[in-house]
């Protein structure tokens, strides 16, 4: 078996796990952060949408996370449109991550540690969406090359 075939649904699958956990963590971080009782006094308008960008962030990215998980079951040969859901995916975590990076989450001295975890998580992330990518696309250009050497000399 091929490395990229080995790469494919181990990294994609580790990265539909961590996309799925994410958002299913997300869908109830508002209860466990206590996200209430720190907004008193702001405009029920505000509270509403905080939560209802919450819930639907924490369901885009689970029903991303299960595309990926469909995609690493798919294999290399997945077709154009799972390759570029897979791209995609990881380009968001990319973008969040800079995001992230440049407006860190604000931290009580205690939880410090955690600004490293969550600064490292888009990086692991993207590197788990990606390289699949990037390793079949190469076995693919090596294949490519090769046939065309094959019917050169034939």
């Not at 994410?22 to 206590?34: A, C, I, R, T």
């Not at 410090?112 to 692991?124: I, K, S």
Request: aromatic letters at 14%; one cysteine or more.
């Amino acid at each position: 078996m091929a490395q990229s075939s080995k790469l494919w649904p181990v990294f994609l699958g580790l990265a539909g796990v961590l996309d799925c956990g994410m958002g299913l963590y997300h869908s109830v971080l508002p209860w466990h952060m206590g996200w209430r009782q720190g907004l008193g006094g702001v405009p029920d308008s505000i509270v509403w949408a905080l939560f209802a960008l919450n819930f639907s962030w924490s369901l885009l990215v689970f029903l991303a996370g299960c595309l990926v998980i469909h995609a690493a079951m798919l294999g290399p040969g997945a077709g154009a449109f799972a390759r570029r859901t897979v791209f995609t995916v990881g380009l968001f975590w990319a973008i969040h991550g800079t995001y992230t990076w440049l407006n860190p989450l604000p931290l009580p001295g205690s939880l410090v540690w955690l600004r490293y975890v969550l600064g490292l998580f888009p990086a692991v992330i993207v590197a788990f969406h990606w390289l699949p990518l990037a390793a079949h696309r190469g076995k693919a250009a090596r294949e490519s090359s090769l046939e065309g050497k094959v019917s050169a000399g034939a």
